[in-house]
């Protein structure tokens, strides 16, 4: 089965800082990434995804980008603000496949203002 | 609002009893997912229906069943609980199994004494 590894567990920026989270994941057919933010004590939301066709997504100060060979994605938020705080996941699967998402452990991001 | 709800919020119980969580995809949703989170852990995929037929199956203990009904909704049924069944389940849908995008419900906290 895939396994998604995520680094680091928790990261501390300061207010207006740039973020980076990373994944790795082990299954070679996996073509959907997707991360999803969570808030204490909410669920889960999808804030971007990304398909193995492309390399890079972006969607205003929040990218991903995507290395198909090295089979790592990772997460960047530009200019973070303390709403940014929150535990991010990143998840990996195959569309279409008979295998639903398989998510990183987390990482704990706190924005200091 | 994600248009996934569930039922009940909060469930206080005690070892060995048998607990019924309900989901309710959205609209138009063919496919439901459950998956369990415990404290401070990642989210781990559970099973997954589609209209009505199980589709995929994750870590999901043998004490733990679930369906999916023909209106659609969905029941994870949690028996013998013991204290490390302590979670939140969410549960989440997406329009067809293969869809990528799934959204998630508010989650139900499920506490055993």
């Known amino acids: 089965g895939e396994n998604v590894e995520q680094h680091p567990s928790t990261l501390s920026v300061q207010e207006g800082d740039s973020a980076v989270i990373k994944c790795t994941y082990s299954d070679s057919a996996s073509n959907y990434f997707p991360w999803y933010k969570q808030e204490l004590g909410k669920r889960p939301q999808l804030i971007i995804d990304?398909?193995?066709?492309?390399g890079e997504k972006k969607d205003q100060r929040i990218a991903v980008t995507l290395n198909k060979t090295a089979k790592h994605f990772s997460l960047h938020i530009t200019e973070t603000q303390p709403e940014d705080s929150a535990v991010y996941f990143c998840?990996?699967?195959?569309?279409?496949?008979?295998?639903?998402?398989?998510f990183g452990s987390g990482t704990r991001l706190q924005v200091q203002p | 609002d994600s248009g996934v709800t569930q039922t009940p919020k909060h469930l206080i119980t005690a070892t060995g009893q048998r607990v019924t969580l309900r989901c309710s995809p959205r609209s138009g949703d063919l496919s439901v997912y459950w998956y369990q989170q415990s404290l401070d852990q990642g989210l781990q995929f559970l099973i997954q229906?589609?209209?009505?037929?199980?589709?995929a199956k994750g870590n999901i203990l043998e004490r733990f069943s679930a369906q999916q009904f023909p209106d659609l909704h969905s029941e994870l049924n949690l028996s013998s609980l013991e204290l490390g069944d302590s979670a939140l389940y969410f549960c989440a849908s997406s329009v067809n199994p293969g869809d990528e995008t799934q959204y998630f419900g508010p989650g139900t906290r499920l506490l055993v004494l």
């Open positions: 998840a990996a699967s195959i569309i279409t496949g008979r295998r639903a998402l398989t």
């Open positions: 990304i398909r193995s066709n492309v």
């Open positions: 229906y589609y209209n009505g037929e199980e589709r």
